[in-house]
């Protein structure tokens, strides 16, 4: 039996689905060159380059939407907060743009995207870093 932390099972998971596609591609912050806040990332950019592994500024729904958007061009973003709190500044793109699209497009217009990062407690981080939206 292989045994994997969660850490290496999403980056296991991410490689394999970016093998498999290539229109799969990963952004967010520190996703690249520091692979990951929590090395989430590691060997990612390496393996897959800098045109399907790319840093973002620190603007939540600036890369959000650019996710939507490419998601509608037909690539499949996987877009990565550095902390899932961080997410609350993309709610807008994350429920009104790439949740209901397909919806208010009689489904003409697909969004084949996943935001992800981490969510919960953590060590040594403030609250706006911490909390958990598993309930919401």
């Known amino acids: 039996m292989v045994e994997l932390t969660v850490r290496e099972a999403l980056r296991d998971a991410m490689a394999e689905e970016m093998r498999a596609d290539g229109d799969v591609f990963l952004m967010g912050e520190e ?8 090395k989430v990332s590691q060997g990612l950019l390496e393996e897959f380059s800098p045109r399907r592994v790319i840093d973002t500024p620190i603007t939540e729904a600036g890369f959000a939407g650019i996710g ?3 998601a509608m061009a037909g690539l499949r973003p996987i877009v990565e907060f550095m902390t899932f709190n961080f ?26 995207i996943v935001f992800r990062g ?7 981080v403030a609250a706006q870093h911490s909390q958990c939206y598993a309930s919401w």
């Open 87 to 112: 997410a609350m500044q993309a709610i807008d793109q994350i429920v009104n743009s790439a949740a209901k699209t397909s919806y208010m497009s009689g489904g003409l217009v697909n969004v084949p």
């Open 118 to 124: 981490p969510n919960g407690a953590a060590s040594r």
């Open 68 to 70: 939507v958007g490419a």
């Open 31 to 38: 996703v690249a060159e520091y692979q990951g806040a929590y």
